[in-house]
């Protein structure tokens, strides 16, 4: 079977600085680490590998230093790695980003067909959580979102079954292959890099893909194919803190004042009577 998962290089801070003139992430001089999220599908990818056989294709897209996710994705187990670079590609929103992806796995599936794509659920910088279903729906491949467990892969009926994360509760849910999956932290927990393959990591290459090599239209890439522009970046205002009551100075006093705090609110007074009186 043919495993790709997609990684993401993301910033290791929360004091991310903004271009004024794009409005999206300046990320040089910001130190960078493998989206948390990407890495559990990773260790999923590589635990299907061995319960399945098969091979893991680790890809990326970003800027040169992007290559270092990529070892990463060797050291711990995946057999070939590629790296999404090119001007052109900067600047991409989850559109613009999925479209690039897409194109990069179609060229994989000419020579390689690929059953199952991994990714993480979202990346930490910027939290949409759509750039795995965007993938799916370009592809036209099953799509499992927030997947928990992967219960089991038919080869023959080329079915895999899932179970995911709902509001309230899981669902278990089954799918015609080839599918793409987002992975909940709960799916894997990483492994450690062996020494064999960390040092295996570094000597590897890279394959690096620009454009032209993934035939992909001009307009569709970076800032050009984004049709989500960030308006206004604003820090929101600062929360004004409660009323606060002393219940050492007057006990009985502050149990009061913060009755008839709480009881000034309708709604929530409603809730708390019918729950005495219950």
Same mark, same amino acid.
């Given at each position: 079977?043919?495993f790709?998962?997609c990684?993401k290089?993301?910033?290791?801070?929360?004091?991310?600085?903004i271009?004024?003139?794009t409005?999206t992430?300046?990320?040089s001089g910001?130190?960078?680490?493998?989206?948390?999220?990407?890495?559990?599908?990773?260790?999923?990818?590589?635990?299907?590998?061995?319960?399945y056989?098969?091979?893991v294709?680790?890809?990326?897209?970003?800027?040169?230093?992007a290559?270092?996710?990529?070892?990463?994705a060797?050291?711990l187990?995946?057999?070939?790695?590629?790296?999404?670079?090119?001007?052109?590609?900067?600047?991409a929103?989850?559109?613009?980003?999925?479209?690039?992806?897409?194109?990069?796995?179609?060229?994989?599936?000419?020579?390689?067909?690929?059953?199952?794509?991994?990714?993480?659920?979202?990346a930490?910088?910027?939290d949409t959580?759509?750039?795995?279903?965007?993938?799916?729906?370009?592809?036209?491949y099953?799509?499992?979102?927030y997947?928990?467990?992967?219960?089991w892969?038919?080869e023959?009926?080329?079915?895999?079954?899932?179970k995911?994360?709902? #509001?309230?509760? @899981? !669902?278990?849910?089954?799918?015609? /292959?080839? $599918?793409?999956?987002?992975?909940?932290?709960? =799916?894997?927990?990483p492994?450690?890099a062996?020494?064999?393959?960390?040092?295996?990591?570094?000597?590897?290459?890279?394959?690096?893909?620009?454009?032209?090599a993934?035939?992909?239209?001009?307009?569709?890439?970076g800032?050009?194919?984004?049709?989500?522009?960030?308006?206004?970046?604003?820090?929101p205002p600062?929360?004004?803190?409660?009323?606060?009551?002393?219940?050492?100075?007057?006990? #009985?006093g502050? @149990? !009061?004042?913060?009755?008839?705090? /709480?009881? $000034?609110?309708?709604?929530?007074?409603?809730? =708390?009577l019918?729950r005495?009186?219950?």
């Open positions: 079977m043919h790709v998962c990684l290089q993301v910033p290791d801070t929360a004091e991310v600085k271009d004024p003139q409005n992430l300046i990320r910001v130190e960078s680490i493998s989206n948390p999220f990407d890495i559990v599908a990773l260790e999923a990818a590589l635990r299907l590998k061995e319960r056989g098969g091979q294709t680790a890809l990326s897209m970003g800027p040169p230093q290559e270092q996710v990529l070892r990463e060797l050291s187990g995946a057999d070939e790695a590629i790296l999404l670079s090119d001007r052109p590609f900067a600047g929103d989850t559109l613009a980003t999925s479209y690039t992806l897409a194109k990069a796995i179609e060229k994989l599936n000419r020579d390689h067909p690929v059953d199952l794509i991994l990714c993480g659920k979202q930490i910088d910027g959580g759509q750039t795995g279903p965007g993938i799916a729906t370009r592809l036209g099953t799509q499992l979102t997947v928990v467990e992967v219960q892969i038919d023959s009926k080329r079915q895999i079954q899932v995911r994360k709902v #509001e309230g509760g @899981v !669902e278990v849910i089954r799918g015609p /292959l080839p $599918a793409l999956l987002t992975a909940e932290l709960e =799916l894997a927990k492994r450690r062996s020494l064999p393959l960390l040092i295996h990591s570094l000597r590897a290459e890279v394959e690096k893909w620009d454009a032209r993934i035939e992909a239209e001009p307009a569709k890439l800032l050009k194919g984004s049709p989500t522009w960030v308006k206004r970046i604003f820090s600062a929360r004004e803190g409660g009323p606060m009551f002393n219940a050492e100075e007057n006990l #009985e502050a @149990v !009061e004042k913060s009755l008839e705090v /709480l009881l $000034a609110d309708k709604p929530f007074a409603a809730k =708390l019918t005495w009186e219950g």
